[in-house]
């Protein structure tokens, strides 16, 4: 199966910081990833999928990028809503695996 | 709009069975292919099945196979996990998922999730 690990577990930001997370693969799965937003008690939301494409009504603010084993998702201006944990998930195989979640909390 | 909602969840023993069912509407069911996957409490998100939009295609995670049987009925737009053996593990909330209609993997669509909790 193919590992992903997100880093870091948990991040501390205020309204209006730029955040970066990091997903790693353990090996290469070209652009076959997709980021998810989750808030307590809700399913997750699609957000990015293919590496860098945006899913329909998610706003601009989040964007993806790489490809291979390292990818990050970024949110250019952390606004209210967007405290959640945001997982990566790979599906270069049908046996998809998901990072272990990021929880990005209030600074 | 896409709905997916499902159900069976409950309280079962250890050793026990359960059928979870995830009732879709708002699309053309029988185009798409599905799957289920768990989030045990305080825990991520772990895939556990899917099935393509015909049956011909299912695939299982290990820590469920033979043990898990997915199935569908296109006829009815309904999803199915039957859950035999459970053991405490096997704890969590179950979501229905749909992939994104160009063949990946893409988790477009969840239900709201259904509660599993095998005790004693």
């Known amino acids: 199966d193919i590992q992903m690990t997100q880093s870091p577990s948990t991040l501390s930001a205020s309204v209006g910081d730029r955040v970066t997370i990091t997903c790693r693969a353990s090996?290469?799965?070209?652009?076959?990833l997709a980021w998810y937003q989750q808030k307590p008690g809700k399913a997750p939301k699609l957000l990015i999928y293919?590496?860098?494409s945006l899913e329909s009504g998610v706003p601009s603010r989040f964007s993806g990028s790489g490809s291979g084993t390292e990818f990050t998702l970024t949110i250019s201006s952390l606004q209210p809503d967007d405290f959640a944990t945001y997982y990566c998930?790979?599906?270069?195989?049908?046996?998809?695996?998901f990072g272990q979640g990021t929880k990005v909390e209030i600074k | 709009e896409v709905q997916l909602v499902e159900s069976g969840g409950g309280l079962v023993q250890p050793g026990g069975s359960l059928r979870l069912s995830c009732a879709a509407s708002?699309?053309?069911?029988?185009?798409?292919?599905m799957n289920w996957v768990r989030q045990a409490p305080g825990k991520g998100l772990e895939w556990v099945s899917y099935?393509?939009?015909?049956?011909?295609?299912?695939y299982y995670a290990d820590s469920v196979k033979g043990r898990f049987t997915i199935s569908r009925d296109n006829a009815k737009n309904s999803l199915y996990l039957q859950m035999n053996s459970l053991r405490a593990e096997d704890t969590a909330v179950y979501y229905c998922?749909?992939?994104?209609?160009?063949?990946?993997?893409?988790?477009?669509?969840w239900g709201q999730g259904t509660l599993v909790t095998v005790s004693s």
């Open positions: 090996q290469s799965i070209s652009s076959w």
């Open positions: 293919d590496a860098s």
């Open positions: 099935i393509s939009s015909s049956s011909s295609t299912i």
């Open positions: 998922a749909r992939d994104n209609g160009m063949g990946q993997l893409v988790l477009s669509y």
């Open positions: 708002g699309f053309t069911f029988s185009s798409y292919s």
């Open positions: 998930q790979q599906y270069n195989s049908y046996w998809v695996t």
